[in-house]
Antibody, heavy 115, light 107 residues
Framework: EVQLVESGGGLVQPGGSLRLSCAASRFTVSDNYMSWVRQAPGKGLEWVSIIYSGGSTYNADSVKGRFSISRDNSKNTLYLQMNSLRAEDTAVYYC?????????WGQGTRVTVSS | DIQMTQSPSTLSASVGDRVTITCRPSQSISNWLAWYQQKPGKAPKLLIYKASSLESGVPSRFSGSGSGTEFTLTISGLQPDDFATYYCQQYHTYLWTFGQGTKVEIK
């Protein structure tokens, strides 16, 4: 069964940095487009970032210049480097991917930005 | 960005009811529309992809229809496990956007 497993979340102070990881199994990260989506407490879903199989990346305006998506093909893992974190970045972060015509999601990792 | 207008925001229903949720994108997305169910503290669970394809393992009482700028999710015979929040999502563009959610409550 295809699985995406996020890790790296935690408590960080405003202005700090964190790197999230998304490890894939029975699924090749570099063959598919991969995204990060977040959900703030009590709120809806917000797309954050995408990396295509060819390597092109795009970010939501709310994180542009602060977040960076990347992947390590040898580790079959997706990353989200988050810098200059703000209180409003507090959320559960999910990795997700196109999978044929369908989509696959991980279970999420929680990020809390607070002093 | 494609705006997704989902309605209603809240729906009160009883076990056994037929329930319909609507999602209207601000522009045509062909049939690149997914529906999710989410329960508190859990990740969204994919129910329907490409507007009408049932995800493996999802009960057949869930169905999706529509194309272009109007889509519906129907639950035929609401079960106790179905009380949750439902979201639509377009993946026609890389900038995925989501409906604001429909909370299905017990009447």
């Amino acid at each position: 069964e295809v699985q995406l497993v996020e890790s790296g979340g935690g408590l960080v102070q405003p202005g700090g940095s964190l790197r999230l990881s998304c490890a894939a199994s029975r699924f090749t990260v570099s063959d598919n487009y991969m995204s990060w989506v977040r959900q703030a407490p009590g709120k809806g879903l917000e797309w954050v970032s995408i990396i295509y199989s060819g390597g092109s990346t795009y970010n939501a305006d709310s994180v542009k210049g602060r977040f960076s998506i990347s992947r390590d093909n040898s580790k079959n893992t997706l990353y989200l480097q988050m810098n200059s974190l703000r209180a409003e970045d507090t959320a559960v972060y999910y990795c997700a991917s196109g999978f044929g015509d369908s989509l696959k999601w991980g279970q999420g990792t929680r990020v809390t930005v607070s002093s | 960005d494609i705006q997704m207008t989902q309605s209603p925001s809240t729906l009160s229903a009883s076990v056994g009811d037929r329930v319909t949720i609507t999602c209207r994108p601000s522009q045509s997305i062909s049939n690149w529309l997914a529906w999710y169910q989410q329960k508190p503290g859990k990740a969204p669970k994919l129910l329907i992809y490409k507007a009408s394809s049932l995800e493996s393992g999802v009960p057949s009482r869930f169905s999706g229809s529509g194309s272009g700028t109007e889509f519906t999710l129907t639950i035929s015979g609401l079960q106790p496990d179905d009380f949750a929040t439902y979201y639509c999502q377009q993946y026609h563009t890389y900038l995925w956007t989501f409906g604001q959610g429909t909370k299905v409550e017990i009447k």
